[in-house]
């Protein structure tokens, strides 16, 4: 990142709206990793994001960026071992 796009994102953390935008996405949004088995053996997480659910009244559904979707595809189709880290939903 930039000097310029720090300093902006330091102008926008002291006048309250980085604070004040965290706090609407995390009341929407829920973490999301996944982790398997390295290729040295290793139990570890690989990558991360977050969900925002949606509740269809049949089912839920978990939308990413589609960075992160695609990270997880990578990965997904790279080890051999391999799972989703805990979703919480908001209730």
């Given at each position: 990142m930039d000097e310029k796009r720090k300093t902006l994102f330091d102008q926008l953390e002291v006048v309250g709206y980085l604070p004040e935008m965290r706090k609407l996405v995390m009341g929407m949004a829920t973490p999301f990793w996944w982790f398997g088995i390295d290729e040295k053996g290793r139990l570890r997480v690989f990558h991360n994001g977050t969900l925002t659910v949606f509740r269809s009244g049949v089912r839920q559904i978990g939308v990413t960026a589609?960075?992160?979707?695609?990270?997880?595809?990578?990965?997904?189709?790279?080890?051999?071992?391999?799972?989703?880290?805990e979703c919480r939903t908001h209730e």
């Open positions: 589609d960075h992160v979707y695609e990270q997880y595809l990578i990965d997904k189709g790279r080890l051999e071992s391999f799972g989703p880290g």
